[in-house]
Nanobody
Framework: QVQLVESGGGGVQPGGSLRLSCAASGRIFGIYVMAWYRQAPGKQRELVAAAPSRGNTNYADSVKGRFTISRDNAKNTVYLQMNSLKPDDTAVYYC??????????????WGQGTQVTVSS
């Protein structure tokens, strides 16, 4: 069974930094994309950043220049380095991945979510 396990959330003051990690485990035969989404209270889930296996990384306009997504393919892990955090970045952050299964189909998986709170 494939799982995405996140870590690294917490509380931080405005201007601070956090690093989120998400490790994919299980029978994985390939990765199409790994990404981070977030959902603030009362708002829809939105894409924060994506790192496809082919092509360029892309970011939401609201985080460009502050957040960096990266991957360690040997560990099937994706990271989100978040700098210059703002109160508006407060949300539950979800790891997302499209992974190739033994049936040669790509399947979408979600992590359990990790809370990021930016407050003074």
């Amino acid at each position: 069974q494939v799982q995405l396990v996140e870590s690294g959330g917490g509380g931080v003051q405005p201007g601070g930094s956090l690093r989120l990690s998400c490790a994919a485990s299980g029978r994985i035969f390939g990765i199409y994309v790994m990404a981070w989404y977030r959902q603030a209270p009362g708002k829809q889930r939105e894409l924060v950043a994506a790192a496809p296996s082919r092509g360029n990384t892309n970011y939401a306009d609201s985080v460009k220049g502050r957040f960096t997504i990266s991957r360690d393919n040997a560990k099937n892990t994706v990271y989100l380095q978040m700098n210059s955090l703002k109160p508006d970045d407060t949300a539950v952050y979800y790891c997302n991945a499209e992974l190739l299964g033994s049936d040669h189909q790509y399947w979408t998986y979600w992590g359990q979510g990790t809370q990021v709170t930016v407050s003074s």
